[in-house]
């Protein structure tokens, strides 16, 4: 009984000591998290500074925040593992698609799960339809934009007009919607390609009147938050369950600006990656 008893005990021990290796390699392993820096990085910091340390405690992950210099830093880091957690818009996530696994699709406001563009241009501009944009100069928030190109681009697309062909692109400074509204008020560009959500945000310093929604343009699916194909299953499964759990109208969400994560719909993110890679 004696031996049996010590084997036991020695047995337990064993586990006990491999449970805790391996609960110590998972906090030792540092997973950096990237947001598509959209934002300025204080910004991003106090949106998404609760939501990692959320994503950490639930999970028992050390997560640090990585920050990108622009959009193209952010797809490298992300494909190259040097990002192993991140969240971005739909388009880059398309790019970045083959390295990483979907987790959840960000939900907020009144359209949910999606969103879409806009193309403005200025009141007084003579432009009247689509048509009056070809051979005009157009200001977009970046090539990686999704509401401030992506979604215009395809919109346009399925109206006989080529963005690339029919009208003079220009990235605006800092690849920042503001900035796009800024040159269209200016008359800097003719037209100015933003997310719908971006129309109002400098209102309180140019004359808002002066500024006149053409068209709405496609839907997309919300931003993506992914992790890296390397992360093993288990972690993932835990970060995923961590955000589908995240309590509606809690401080982690109220300081993203979101209502919550949902499960991704495969086939939206399917169609989004063909608008984006076209195949």
Same mark, same amino acid.
């Given at each position: ?79 190259? #593992? ?26 907020? #406001? ?6 879409? #563009? ?52 220009? +990235? ?19 037209? #100015? ?13 140019? +004359? ?7 068209? +709405? ?23 995923? +369950? ?38």
């Amino acid at each position: 009984m004696r031996n049996k008893y010590s084997q036991v005990i020695i047995g337990l021990l064993v586990i006990s000591i491999l449970f805790l290796s391996v609960s110590i390699s998972i906090a030792d392993k540092t997973y950096h998290f990237a947001v598509l820096p959209r934002f300025f990085p204080i910004v991003i910091l106090e949106r998404f500074g609760p939501l990692a340390d959320y994503i950490a405690d639930e999970t028992g992950i050390d997560v640090e925040f990585a920050m990108p210099k622009n959009f193209s830093n952010h797809i490298d880091m992300v494909r190259k #593992g040097k990002a192993l957690l991140s969240y971005q818009n739909p388009v880059v996530y398309a790019r970045v698609s083959e390295k990483v696994r979907p987790l959840a699709i960000a939900s907020k #406001g009144k359209q949910g799960t999606r969103f879409r #563009g806009i193309i403005i241009v200025r009141s007084d501009s003579g432009i009247k339809s689509i048509a009056d944009l070809k051979g005009r100069s157009v200001s977009i928030v970046s090539l990686q934009s999704a509401g401030g190109y992506i979604s215009q681009k395809d919109f346009l697309s399925q109206n006989g007009i080529s963005v690339e062909i029919d009208m003079i692109m220009n +990235e605006a400074d800092g690849n920042k919607q503001e900035n796009v509204i800024f040159d269209v008020y200016s008359k800097k560009s003719d037209a #100015g390609f933003i997310r719908e959500s971006a129309l109002h945000r400098v209102d309180k310093v140019i +004359e808002p009147e002066k500024i006149k929604v053409l068209v +709405e343009t496609s839907w997309l699916p919300n931003w993506v938050f992914t992790v890296h194909k390397s992360v093993s299953a288990d972690v993932a499964v835990r970060i995923q +369950e961590a955000l589908l759990g995240l309590p509606a109208g809690g401080k982690v969400l109220k300081a993203a600006k979101l209502e919550g994560f949902v499960t991704p719909d495969p086939e939206a993110l399917n169609n989004v990656r063909k608008m984006v890679l076209e195949k």
